[in-house]
């Protein structure tokens, strides 16, 4: 079983509709969840990082935990074309050790 | 002012060679890791160090060496190159060894031949 699992897609989304990504995680302990956005031949961006269960809201972006289920999940509302990137869940472990899901690409559509 | 660069963004290399990948940092953080993405784009930590001393070192050859000089310079260098070491190689930093958001550099593009 792979540590941090995402949905590969590609998850087509027309433009302006709600993106929902999803992710699941194995270490129960883990305390800390970051979203990165990864365009291609780039580096991974932070988008958003959650502690705590619940959603946390940051423009367009909401990111919800729920450490009971070991889910946590990344919407992008009015979606754009320059959201089209590829989405990493990222989970930390003990010192930082940051476990990285394959990513979830997604193409916004005109 | 960029946060965490890397040296060289490409390298071409014959099989057998040997090469090295620099990496520094200007804020100011005591972690550094290398990570390195294959061809299916999995991201996979191979090293970490804080305040020089190492504190992570997954399951990698022992063809890589990384060297931290100070605590904003990380190094990953490589003995041996093999067809299998194609990938690109990202350093990243965070503020401690904790929960902290890692800030990652431009990465390294390594195709051996």
């Known amino acids: 079983q792979k540590e941090v699992e995402q949905n590969s897609g590609p998850l087509s989304v027309p433009e302006g509709a709600i993106a929902s990504l999803n992710c699941t995680y194995s270490d129960r302990g883990s305390q800390s969840f970051f979203w990165y956005r990864q365009y291609s031949g780039k580096s991974p961006e932070l988008i958003m990082s959650i502690y705590s269960n619940g959603d946390k809201e940051d423009g367009r972006f909401t990111a919800q935990l729920n450490k009971a289920s070991q889910y946590v999940s990344l919407l992008i509302r009015d979606s754009q074309p320059s959201d089209s990137a590829t989405y990493l869940c990222?989970?930390?472990?003990?010192?930082?050790?940051?476990?990285f899901g394959a990513g979830t690409q997604v193409v916004v559509t005109p | 002012d960029t946060a965490v660069s890397q040296t060289p963004k490409y390298l071409v290399t014959q099989m057998g060679n040997d090469k090295s990948i620099k990496c520094e940092q200007n804020l100011g953080h005591d972690t550094m890791y290398w990570y390195k993405q294959d061809s299916k784009k999995f991201l996979k930590i191979m090293f970490s160090y804080n305040n020089k001393e190492l504190i992570i070192n997954e399951t990698v050859p022992n063809r890589f060496s990384p060297k931290s000089p100070d605590k904003a310079h990380l190094n990953l260098h490589i003995n041996s190159l093999e067809l299998g070491d194609s990938a690109v190689y990202f350093c990243?930093?965070?503020?401690?060894?904790?929960?902290?958001?890692?800030?990652f550099g431009p990465g390294t593009r390594l195709l051996v031949l």
């Open positions: 990222a989970v930390n472990g003990s010192w930082g050790k940051l476990q």
């Open positions: 990243a930093s965070s503020v401690g060894t904790g929960q902290e958001t890692q800030y």
